[in-house]
């Protein structure tokens, strides 16, 4: 898999997590145990630091980018990132969810139990209250979050979590060539 130190700067990632090995990683990155990278991701940390904490799952090709102005990324402990999201510069508090393709735009920040629907787009700036759904493009805040939606949330968490310990047990590349 494709880890880059960039000038002085190496990434830091857990033994207990899970990285595939066409993911990109690049820069001052931290990524904490029970963590599934997927497929086509790329975490950049080249002008700021990127930090994904405990559990958390940043699926296939997510991109994740840090602006130099800015303090970095924070990607708190059991969040989900969908595939294809964008998160430049954002804070995304513990047990969010962030949609397929949504796009989160410099110093968002998503707090704890938040949603971002697939496909939203967060202004700069933008705070997504404790236990709120944001939707649209632009997005705005358009209702609580159920309890039966925050436990489809704990649930996937808990898939994830799986899934980086099943992955490296199991995964094996398969070439064409030995059929």
Known sequence: ?????????RPSIS?????HPESVIIGDVTIGPHCFIGPGAVIRADFGCVRIDEGSSI???VVIHVNGKSPGVVIEHDVIVGHGAILHDAHVGPWCVVGMGAI?????????RSIVA???VLRRGMQVPRGKLAAGNPARIIKDVSPEFMDYVKDGVAI???????YPASMKRVDQSSK
Do not use: H, T, W
Not at 105 to 110: G, K, R, S, T
Not at 160 to 166: D, E, N, V
């Open 1 to 9: 898999m494709p880890i880059y130190e960039l000038d002085g700067k």
């Open 15 to 19: 033994s207990e997590a899970f990285i």
């Open 59 to 61: 699926q296939d090709n």
């Open 104 to 112: 989160l735009l410099y110093d968002v920040y998503c707090e704890e």
């Open 118 to 120: 697939a496909g939203s």
């Open 160 to 166: 994830y979590r799986r899934l980086s310990q099943q």
